[in-house]
């Protein structure tokens, strides 16, 4: 062992070089680092908390699940056959997870310089307690010490919630999801700990080869004829008042544009016809969505729940993988979104409405300053959320508060939210949250630009305060 590279986190990654900025920087992230974790948005399995059981090995854990992670290797010509992905034929592939590992080892170099090198050095370093870096020569060291410490009670899923300090984390599912997980969690005491999202993608993108299925589904489910407009969104009103009653405070919209509409009822009506007679064009879907944006948002301020839109993703951008695999498998591709004419219809309708609230996404950061700092600058139905997927990193958090902060300023921004399905990765996700904006406030204040008390309260507020107002978790 004593070749072993050591594993090593600086206590001052990500802080800036100047001594004195990074001096301002130490003392504010001093005021936040042990404040409690509040993860509004994400992709964790509920069944893991509802279950509490062991996880099963350190691949099936840290690897398989983290599209960050494999896509990496695939575009290193490693194929997702040899990591053990699942096909959706039956297909075999790998179940060797140690050699599964052990591939992954051998190319962790791949990760330098990446955030999941970050996250993934943090979760061996703090989580497990390794001290060597990782390398084809401490795969073993590592799998089996992983292993080892997996079987332990206090790695069960409930008790890492209280080892990371997550005060609350959401998990996102599809309309015609039953819930059963959260469901589980009723009486144990983390059912307002553990909560889900309304995801309501699978009822409205026309395009989806399950739509009708889902349809049919909200009908059984809700006991609506969900065949005419009238019965649909009442189907959906009773679907959100379902998730609501699990715990539910916001939806979640993932549609490849942030295009809206506000139709007559007349024409919605007949649109949806449209739809469910499966003759819509690819344009008369897109109008659809955007309606359907709209109405989400009209039912929202009904209900009160907070409303997201994360749009600009090119899904399955590979069809072969998309073919073989199925979806999220590491092929999703940024592509441009344009606001300002797109959601012109909905913030017609609901955008000086206070009571709305949406946090608007996006992985188009030529937006950030021209489109979106502006729109959430003005509208009180607007908020923006963090820099996400592609730009979930120091440097694109940076680039957003560069950019964002001088029009919208930091009350129309919501905090930070990982929006993972990596469990173990989310305390070194918020850590870098914290200590990147803990770096641009001491910039701030270096510059005579800010007091330090008033940096103090912000960092305080960026991290905590912000998140639980815009997702009304208070």
Known sequence: MANFKPLVLDQDRLFPADPTVRAIARRLYAGIKDLPIVSPHGHTDPSWFASNANFDNATSLLLLP???VFRMLYSQGISLESLGIRTK?????????????????????????????IW??????????????????????????????????????????????IELIATTEGAVNSLKHHAALKGTGYEKRVITTFRPDDVIDADRADFLANIKKLAEQTGQDTHSWHGYLQALRIRRQFFRDHGATATDHGHPTAKTANLSEHEASSLFQLCLSGTASKEQTELFRGQMLTEMAGMSIEDGMTMQIHPGAFRNHNPSIFERFGADKGADIPSPTEFVSNLKPLLDKYGNNAALKIILFTLDET??????????????????????????????????????????GFYNTVGFN?????????????????????????????????????AHELAQQLTYQLVKQAYQLD
């Open 418 to 454: 990982d929006d993972t399905r990596a469990f173990l990765s989310i305390p070194a996700r918020h850590d870098v949250a914290r200590r990147i904006d803990c770096r641009f406030l001491a910039g701030l204040v270096a510059e005579h630009r800010l007091n330090e008390d008033e």
């Open 367 to 408: 937006t950030y300053a021209r489109e979106l700092a502006p729109l959430a600058g003005h509208y009180p139905a607007l908020k923006l959320g963090p820099a996400w997927w592609f730009h979930d990193s120091p440097e694109g958090m940076l680039r957003f508060r560069h950019q964002v902060t001088e029009t919208a």
């Open 120 to 165: 993934l050095d943090s979760v061996f370093h703090d989580v497990f307690g390794l001290e060597h870096a990782l390398s084809s020569d401490t795969a073993d060291l590592y799998y089996d010490s992983i292993n080892e410490q997996l079987v332990k009670p206090e790695f069960k899923p409930r008790a890492l919630l209280d080892k990371f300090n």
């Open 66 to 68: 983290d599209h960050y």
């Open 89 to 117: 034929d039956g297909t075999p592939v790998e179940t060797d997870y140690r050699k599964i590992f052990h591939t992954f080892a051998k190319n962790y170099h791949l990760f330098r310089g990446t955030p999941s090198r």
